[in-house]
Each structure stands twice: as structure tokens, then as C-alpha cells.
Nanobody
Framework: QVQVVESGGGLVQAGGSLRLSCAASGRTFSSYVMGWFRQAPGKEREFVAA????????YYTDSVKGRFTISRDNAKNTVYLQMNSLKPEDTAVYYC???????????????????WGQGTQVTVSS
């Protein structure tokens, strides 16, 4: 089993910044991908960003490119999502996800992830 724990959500004004953290622990995979998804009220969950542990390839949804940055700390088995220039439409529950980096990996798709965190609320006021 793998435990995935997010932290760092909160309330911020439009234009502000937040940094989310996500730590994976337990029987982790030797090669894996970690991603962030979000779900706003009344909407489906959507992909935000992902990073491969090996090589550090990153992936972003178009709406956050240039504003959000995903990064990793290998020593801490932790991934971060730095969110700048936040907009009210970024308001959502943000979920961290963890999965094996298998051949044919589709990091933007939620079926690529086996373990999910409990979610952390991000609220951006206008």
C-alpha cells in the first residue's frame, strides 16, 4: 500500500500564490509518476499537472501553463505544485495522485494513477 498525503491549500486573493505539497510513503514503485488533479463544485475532476520521477518530464493542462509549476524532491519523495497568479476559476479541491510509470503511460488520465490523497481545498477570492 502507498499513502498519499497533500497539504498547503487555503484561501488566497486573485493574483496571489500558494504551494501544495504531496508526500508518498509505503511500498512505493521504483519508477512512478505523480500528478495533481482538481475538482470544482458541480464539475468533473480534471488534470492539472504531472511529473515523472525518472527524468523529471512535466505535463500541464493548458489553463495553468505559465502560472503553475510542478517539481519534485527526490530525497523527500515529495512533489510540489507552485501556483502563481491564481484566478477565481482555480478554486477547487486539489488531489494528488500516484502511480507506476508503465510503458504507454498517459499522465493526464486519472486511470494512470493507483493511489490518491484526500484532497486539499484551494479557494481564490476575486
Amino acid at each position: 500500500q502507498v499513502q498519499v498525503v497533500e497539504s498547503g491549500g487555503g484561501l488566497v486573493q486573485a493574483g496571489g500564490s500558494l504551494r501544495l505539497s504531496c508526500a508518498a510513503s509505503g511500498r512505493t514503485f521504483s519508477s512512478y509518476v505523480m500528478g495533481w488533479f482538481r475538482q470544482a463544485p458541480g464539475k468533473e475532476r480534471e488534470f492539472v499537472a504531472a511529473i515523472r520521477w525518472s527524468g523529471g518530464n512535466t505535463y500541464y493542462t493548458d489553463s495553468v501553463k505559465g502560472r503553475f509549476t510542478i517539481s519534485r524532491d527526490n530525497a523527500k519523495n515529495t512533489v510540489y505544485l507552485q501556483m502563481n497568479s491564481l484566478k477565481p476559476e482555480d478554486t477547487a479541491v486539489y488531489y494528488c495522485a500516484y502511480g507506476p510509470a508503465l510503458s504507454g503511460l498517459a499522465p493526464r488520465r486519472d486511470f494512470s494513477y493507483d493511489y490518491w490523497g484526500q484532497g486539499t481545498q484551494v479557494t481564490v477570492s476575486s
